[in-house]
T-cell receptor, first 116, second 111 residues
Framework: DAGVIQSPRHEVTEMGQEVTLRCKPI?????LFWYRQTMMRGLELLIY????????DSGMPEDRFSAKMPNASFSTLKIQPSEPRDSAVYFC??????????????FGSGTRLTVV | SQQGEEDPQALSIQEGENATMNCSYK?????LQWYRQNSGRGLVHLIL?????REKHSGRLRVTLDTSKKSSSLLITASRAADTASYFC???????????FGTGTSLTVIP
C-alpha cells in the first residue's frame, strides 16, 4: 500500500484564489481526518469523516473552508477565497475504525500551502 | 480543550542517553497515542496505550500512563541521531473518535 497520498505537496497561490487540496486514504480505511499545522497553533483538527459522511466539522475555521468525501477513496479540502493566514501545512490522515478497538492514524506527507 | 501539552518543548541530548518526554491532558480518555514527526514530513504512529493500561513497551520505547494525574510519559532509551524529530501525544475522548494533538516536544540527539 502506498499510504495516504496527498496532492499537491506544495501550493503557492495569491490571496483571493481558490485552493483545492486532495487526499487519497489507505484502501480499507473508513475514517478520514483533515488537520492543519502551524507554528502558532500546532496541529488542529479541521474535520473528520466516517464512512464518507462528515461527522464533526467544528474545527473548520470559517465558511471559506469546505471539505467533501464523494467516495471512500478520495477527499478534498477547499479554501475559497484564500487568505495569507491560511498558510500552513495541511495533513490528511486515515484510519480503520472498528467498534471497541482503539486505532492509530496514518498520515499523509502533507500539503504546504503558502498564500501571498 | 482536550488538547494535550508536552513537556519539555525542546530537548537536546547526546547519542546513547535516554530521552523522556511528558504529556498532560485535561479530560477522560479512551486511549493515548504517541507520534513522531520528522522535519517536513507527516506524523508517524509510534505506540498506543489504553486507559486501563499503565505501561507499554515497543523496542526502545516505553510509555507510561497515569490516568489519575492525567499524564503520560514517553521514554526513548539509548537514543540515536535518527531519533531527532518532534514527538506528539494524542488523546481520544471516551465518546469521540477523533484525536487531539499536543504541542509537541522537539528532540535533538547529538551524535
Amino acid at each position: 500500500d502506498a499510504g495516504v497520498i496527498q496532492s499537491p505537496r506544495h501550493e503557492v497561490t495569491e490571496m483571493g484564489q481558490e485552493v483545492t487540496l486532495r487526499c487519497k486514504p489507505i484502501s480499507g480505511h473508513n475514517s478520514l481526518f483533515w488537520y492543519r499545522q502551524t507554528m502558532m497553533r500546532g496541529l488542529e483538527l479541521l474535520i473528520y469523516f466516517n464512512n464518507n459522511v462528515p461527522i464533526d466539522d467544528s474545527g473548520m475555521p470559517e465558511d471559506r473552508f469546505s471539505a467533501k468525501m464523494p467516495n471512500a477513496s478520495f477527499s478534498t479540502l477547499k479554501i475559497q477565497p484564500s487568505e495569507p493566514r491560511d498558510s500552513a501545512v495541511y495533513f490528511c490522515a486515515s484510519s480503520k475504525q472498528t467498534q471497541g478497538q482503539p486505532y492509530g492514524y496514518t498520515f499523509g506527507s502533507g500539503t504546504r500551502l503558502t498564500v501571498v | 480543550s482536550q488538547q494535550g501539552e508536552e513537556d519539555p518543548q525542546a530537548l537536546s541530548i547526546q547519542e546513547g542517553e535516554n530521552a523522556t518526554m511528558n504529556c498532560s491532558y485535561k479530560t477522560s480518555i479512551n486511549n493515548l497515542q504517541w507520534y513522531r514527526q520528522n522535519s517536513g514530513r507527516g506524523l508517524v504512529h509510534l505506540i498506543l496505550i489504553r486507559s486501563n493500561e499503565r505501561e507499554k513497551h515497543s523496542g526502545r520505547l516505553r510509555v507510561t500512563l497515569d490516568t489519575s494525574k492525567k499524564s503520560s510519559s514517553l521514554l526513548i532509551t539509548a537514543s540515536r541521531a535518527a531519533d531527532t524529530a518532534s514527538y506528539f501525544c494524542a488523546t481520544a475522548s471516551n465518546t469521540g473518535n477523533q484525536f487531539y494533538f499536543g504541542t509537541g516536544t522537539s528532540l535533538t540527539v547529538i551524535p
